[in-house]
């Protein structure tokens, strides 16, 4: 296994072998997850926080669940309901968690930067579970996963990523990770939601869908994020969804044997149709969610041998 990184801020200081090795243990834990005893002892011993500054659901139960299966305490703090709602900055919430030695603290936070600013200021591993518009990646790693149990391999392949990209860490995520294993990334949106400075990280950007999907492998559909939204990025969800919500028609576009991915949550009827969404033979969003589980223990796991071993010398002077 490669995997030399402290925290998990980023796609960006992963190197390919490093996702690779990611995947490769997360395979191991889909197997962990299937079975009747969903037990394991690697993170025995150690404590796991969870701060959500940004409401989750399948993020925050998928890395509860990982971490409980891997035998570590697991603490949810209720950011809602925290000192941050009395003033506290981020950063003295951090120190104050900091003093109650926890090894894994896992992140997500509404403004990009907010999690490797974190990771400075405490002493135990800090995983980004999505931060503003920057990075999310895990999301990225259990869609790779997801792509590479469907279709053999996470190399060469046209991929289409479509909607709000300008919103969304998941895209940004997606496309390093999936420019770093050398794929073909296309963009499909309108041009209010496509930033026209991804074509400099080599991706390929089309507002007509028909014409982006000719031919992909994966079409990856992203949720329009209303809540990042201050204007009219769009005319209307009728419009939008008639442009550019995946149907049946538009899918006919891309390869007959493309899968269908969505992070979650889904609007249906806005980016994407409920049929297609529900369709066994093209959907694979329901596999997304199990990848999840299995490659937030892979990166939790990884990240504790990791400090575990960079302890090892404290432990060995006492
Ligand atoms: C994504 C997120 O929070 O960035 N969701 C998720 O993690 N499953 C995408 C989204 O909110 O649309």
Redesign the pocket.
Known sequence: MTFTQKHLLGIEQLRPEEITSVLDLADEYVDLSRRDVKHSDALTGLTQVNMFF?N????QASFELAGKRLGADVMNMSMQASSIKKGETLIDTAMTLNAMHPDLLVV?HPHSGAVDLLSQKVNCAVLN??DGRHE?P??ALLDALTIRRAKGRIQRLNIAICG?VAH???ARSNVILLNKMENRVRLIGPPTLVPGHFADMGCEIYDDMEEGLKDVDVVMM????KERMDGGFIPSEREYYHRYGLDADKLAHAKPDAIVMH???MNRGVEIDGEIADDINRSVIQEQVEM?VAVRAAAMDLLARNLRAARAPETAEV
């Open positions: 940004e989750s659901t399948r993020t997500r579970a999505g999310h895990t999301q709000d969304s860490r998941v992203l949720r329009l994020q992070p979650g949550p999840g």
